[in-house]
């Protein structure tokens, strides 16, 4: 319970205050006050240990001291003195006031659990603490809130007091927690995800340390698996949760009866309670409210007196100590007491606990009604918490059904301990939901052939109820999607088939009953949402496992229309079309049609952002990779991290390394890789990653950018390659091509190319556009090897009319950069400077052409913040600028990164044609300054400035000050792009 964890603000007011001791001489006091567990000790000991060169003096109290008087003050003194120390209090103060006034050294006076202090001891440690003075001394003393009287006094004499504060330490936040996650476990970490390991730890530190480490062991993969083990742990009492039962056991055992029971009635109670509500409970007319506020487990509303416990992990702890008699009798009172669902729910728990207390069946009935208006409302949490509860009561086959339907509609799993085992040995299950929800387990442990082993058989479909038969449809859907990324959908075809033939059997059954009748607490349109949506979702992974065969993009887009159009005539199917459009979006995005997977992403990630989060997150790994091509590469990143937070709430391994990959594209494309400027660090988890096919070859597209970037070849090589071996999201895309075709050329391997034109020139589920430019461009990378340089100038300047055609994603932007292919378009005008560089005999009059492609390419660049390809087209434009290369021969030799950030590459074009002063001049006038101004700041006289703007204006073929203004502003950008 002593770990150190946050608390930084409050460990530099300490560290402060020793500082302000040391240099001044005079003492500080600090009082460290908060709930049992909240890391009071921690923070403590944590400030203690960096104060080093200091002596320690330690006074450690328990509950016992209070019945002894004097003690704490007496331990302040050396050993020699307690024993002869005075018992009463002016003679204790004065000894303890002497040995104080001696000290000489600083010295840190440490007093633990001031809540157990004896009243002589508060008195004469306060008249200390007081008095004392040009001594110094540190004092920390930690204790829980108290309402003592003798101990309020050190409370007001830090409020009034300059040499003194009060430290007041409450559980992380929500907020504090998710800060703290993320900077000690280098993982992103979403709201969803912060707000699970709130709820499962309190914010206690030790709790969130616990977690923590969890997340953090080497030996296990990050993922959804990890933190749920973690939180289980807490919820079953493991780990740290034993230390804080113990706290809590403490506190309740210190204060009296009535209040011991009281706390154990607020932590059954699901809503606050009032003191004669209390007394009414425990049926008695007394009950020590002081000592109840006393034990600082509670708190009390100013508004309507009512008392509840501080925090939910009090009442666990309160709760895992209760007799379980106690506990019987305490529910059924509050279930007397209370009324309607809350009545219910206590009589449930009675009956779990003892089952001749309850009537059963009516507990189940009250239950199921419950989870029936919940269901009709939307709130799938309530409805399944109360289906857990009342398959918990009477385990059976119809709540046994009704659970897996609401744990279905809610997106988890029912997670019950020994549900198998009692399914094994129970006869009221139908062979269909049996199967399912032991399919479902095995899956959930990683067993795919387990899995498959309760799926396959004879099952009679049609015999089984709705909710056996899309319980178990479901559970066929999770199974085709770990088969299909495994590679092995096909052992899962017979069943998926025969699953779907059973569901569009039930489909018209549903439609046709009345939208008001009930069966057994779903309605029917309920019911047929869902079984609409998963015979879509398996229909789609048909077509996925199609699309490799004779399927041509446009035909799988066509059919996935078709079961858009049929989800679309169901309301409750948004998930099912989500997950659609996402499917969609990610193949359209390989198959090379950016724009329309962008129309699907973009859609399915506005309209329904919380309906399906493992959706989600791919949707946003696949909109950082057109994002990144289009060179919106802070978009990009956003969408990453997104994808990445999300990850520890996902039950589905293969998004994290997807998703941690994605993640860091856009550092590694920027040179920034190993200085990231983001809150958290993904290196070490990306490298637990790297085993999975998934992992290896998004790893592999990180580093072939990386190599671009820093202009190692080699290395692209040996990573496009890579990547294309393994089974991945990027496999089907051709423009990664364009990487490897340019290093092969860079190393001096061009001969090596026209294989690769052959192989693209195959792929024909490509798009013809973007197949086209990258052949285009390989092309003219191939004849460039072979020192053809105007049959290569050709190739590569009809790429660069291809290339310039693709649309944009979106309208915001310039039509004819590149569109969604901005970044292939920086490349191959670099490709274009280089071919003029090499060919410049037959070249020559092509240097002006490519100079401008060269300037937009770095414009584009510094856009992205790609300072490698940036300063590589900064090499490149001077290579081509320099003296003799036939493009304004006679100037200075300029340099595209002496040019401020934010200029259109026309307006860098322009400037290429002035010389250094002219330059100089004209970005100031550009500013709006006047050529008094320019004067005054440059030390020249007005007349000088102003024959230097009238070359310049003249040189840009510019009218006035103000045209030149405008084109440097960027203003008018059409115009400029059409000079």
Not at 49 to 64: E, F, H, K, M, Q
Request: a negative charge; glycine letters at 8%; one cysteine or more.
């Amino acid at each position: 319970m002593t770990t150190f964890l946050g608390r930084e603000s409050e460990l530099a007011a300490i560290t402060a205050a020793a500082s302000a001791v040391r240099a001044s001489g005079e003492p500080r006091f600090i009082l460290i006050e908060g709930h049992p567990g909240v890391g009071k000790t921690a923070l403590l000991n944590e400030a203690v240990s960096r104060l080093t060169g200091w002596s320690r003096a330690n006074v450690y109290l328990d509950a016992a001291d209070q019945e002894s008087p004097g003690y704490a003050a007496t331990h302040l003194l050396r050993k020699k003195q307690r024993l002869r120390a005075p018992t009463e209090k002016a003679g204790l103060a004065a000894l303890i006031q002497e040995q104080a006034d001696g000290i000489t050294e600083p010295v840190v006076l440490v007093i633990e659990d001031l809540q157990w202090m004896d009243s002589l001891s508060a008195d004469v440690i306060y008249q200390t603490i007081r008095e004392v003075e040009d001594v110094p001394m540190l004092s920390l003393v930690t204790g829980r809130l108290s309402t003592r009287p003798e101990l309020l006094r050190l409370t007001r004499y830090t409020q009034t007091a300059g040499e003194a504060q009060r430290i007041v330490l409450e559980p992380f936040s929500r907020a504090e927690l998710r800060a703290l996650l993320q900077r000690e476990t280098g993982l992103p970490i979403s709201s969803n995800v912060a707000g699970r390991v709130h709820e499962g730890t309190g914010g206690l530190p030790a709790f969130v340390n616990y977690v923590i480490e969890k997340l953090t062991t080497q030996e296990e993969a990050v993922s959804a698996a990890a933190l749920d083990a973690a939180l289980r742990d807490l919820e079953k009492g493991l780990g740290p949760a034993k230390t804080q039962r113990l706290l809590i056991r403490q506190v309740a055992e210190e204060a009296p009866e009535d209040v011991r029971r009281a706390l154990g009635m607020l932590a059954l109670a699901r809503y606050p309670l009032a003191v004669h509500e209390l007394r009414e409970l425990l049926g008695t007319d007394t009950l020590d409210v002081e000592a109840l506020r006393e034990s600082s487990l509670v708190q009390e509303s100013m508004k309507s007196g009512r008392f509840s416990l501080q925090h939910r992990i009090f009442a666990r702890c309160l709760v895992a100590d209760l007799p379980r008699e106690q506990k019987v009798d305490l529910h059924m009172r509050l279930a007397r007491m209370e009324v309607g669902l809350a009545s219910v729910r206590h009589q449930a728990h009675a009956a779990l606990l003892d089952p001749s207390v309850a009537d059963r069946p009516a507990i189940v009935t009250g239950l199921s009604d419950a989870a029936s208006l919940a269901s009709r409302s939307g709130e799938t949490a309530e409805t399944l918490e109360l289906l857990r509860l009342a398959f918990e009561v009477e385990r059976s086959g119809a709540t046994l059904e009704a659970l897996a339907f609401a744990a279905l509609r809610a997106g988890t799993w029912i997670d019950i301990e020994s549900t198998s085992s009692w399914m094994h040995t129970h006869d009221d299950i139908h062979p269909v939901l049996r199967r399912g929800v032991l399919a479902r387990e095995s899956l959930m442990r990683g067993d795919l052939e387990g899995t498959l082993g309760f799926l396959a058989g004879g099952l009679d479909l049609a015999a089984a109820s709705p909710k056996a038969l899309l319980s178990y449809a479901d559970t066929v859907l999770q199974a085709s999607r770990m088969a299909g990324l495994r590679g092995s959908y096909w052992h899962l075809f017979k069943v998926a088939e025969r699953t779907v033939e059973a569901l569009a059997s039930l489909e018209p059954q549903l439609a046709a009953a009345e939208p008001i009748q009930d069966t057994a607490i779903t309605a029917p349109e309920e019911l047929l949402a869902e079984a609409r949506g998963l015979r879509a979702s398996l229909q789609l992974w048909r077509l996925l496992e199609g699309i490799g065969d004779a399927e041509q993009p446009h035909s799988f887009s066509s059919e996935v229309e078709v079961l858009l159009e049929d989800l679309r005539r169901v309301p409750g199917t948004e998930s099912a079309q989500m997950l659609l459009l996402v499917a969609r979006g990610a193949l359209l995005r390989t198959a090379g049609h950016p724009t329309e997977a962008y129309a699907d992403l973009i859609t399915a990630i506005e309209n329904w952002p919380g309906r399906n989060r493992r959706a989600l997150a791919q949707a946003h790994i696949h909109m950082t990779y057109l994002l990144f091509e289009a060179g919106l590469w802070g978009e990009a990143q956003t969408f990453a991290e997104s994808a990445a937070s999300e990850v520890l709430d996902i039950t589905e391994d293969n998004i994290a390394p997807m998703a941690f990959n994605a993640a860091h594209l856009v550092p590694a494309a920027r040179g920034h890789r190993e200085e990231q400027d983001w809150p958290f660090d993904l290196r070490a988890h990306i490298g637990r990653m790297t085993g999975t096919s998934l992992g290896k070859a998004g790893w592999g597209f990180i580093e072939a950018w990386g190599a671009t970037s820093a202009q190692d070849h080699e290395r692209v090589v040996s990573s496009v390659l890579a990547l294309q071996v393994e089974l991945n999201i990027w496999s089907p895309a051709i423009t990664p091509a364009v990487l490897l075709g340019r290093s092969l050329f860079h190393t001096g391997r061009a001969q090596a190319l026209p294989a690769l034109i052959t192989k693209i020139r195959g792929e024909e589920h490509s798009a013809s556009v973007q197949r086209d430019y990258v052949l285009r461009h390989l092309r003219g990378l191939s004849a460039l090897g072979a020192g053809k340089h105007p049959a290569a100038y050709e190739y590569l300047s009809a790429a660069m009319s291809t290339v310039s055609g693709i649309p944009s994603l979106k309208s915001t932007h310039v039509p004819g950069d590149g569109g969604a292919l901005s970044i292939y378009r920086g490349l191959l005008a670099l490709d274009l400077g280089h071919c003029v560089l090499l060919g410049m005999e037959s070249l020559q009059e092509k240097v002006g052409e490519a100079s401008e492609w060269v300037l937009w390419a770095a414009s584009m660049f510094q856009s992205c913040g790609a300072e490698g390809l940036f300063h590589q087209a900064d090499e490149v434009f001077r290579a081509l600028r320099k003296p003799g290369s036939g493009a304004n021969a006679g100037s200075e030799r300029l340099r595209i990164i002496d040019l401020p950030e934010g200029l259109s590459s026309k307006a860098r074009f322009a400037l290429s044609a002035l010389t250094t002063r002219e330059r100089e001049i004209a970005l100031m006038v550009g500013q709006g300054l006047a050529n008094k101004d320019v004067a005054e700041e440059l030390v020249l006289s007005v007349r000088t400035v102003e024959y230097h703007v009238a070359n310049a204006l003249g040189k840009l073929a510019l009218e006035s000050r103000h045209a030149l203004r405008r084109m440097l502003q960027g203003e008018d950008e059409g115009d400029l792009r059409s000079a």
